[in-house]
């Protein structure tokens, strides 16, 4: 059991990227970032490869 820390993290996660996803195939003049958001999208932008690495060695522990 991961717990309820856990649970809401991947729960948010997972909206955000929701919500990131709808913004990027709305058309382009409805789309509208906020700025905690263009914050959160420019420090996965500057650390791309690190979040990729972070990324698999998270999913190889992950149990199915």
Do not use: C, W
């Not at 709808?22 to 003049?29: G, I, W």
């Not at 999208?41 to 060695?57: E, H, P």
């Amino acid at each position: 059991m991961k717990g309820l820390r856990y649970l809401i993290r991947n729960y948010t996660a997972l909206a955000v990227k929701e919500h990131l996803r709808s913004q990027v195939e709305q058309n382009a003049s409805r789309a509208e970032l906020t700025p905690n958001e263009v914050d959160l999208v420019r420090f996965t932008a500057k650390r791309s490869d690190q979040l990729d690495a972070l990324a698999a060695r998270s999913s190889g522990s992950q149990q199915h």
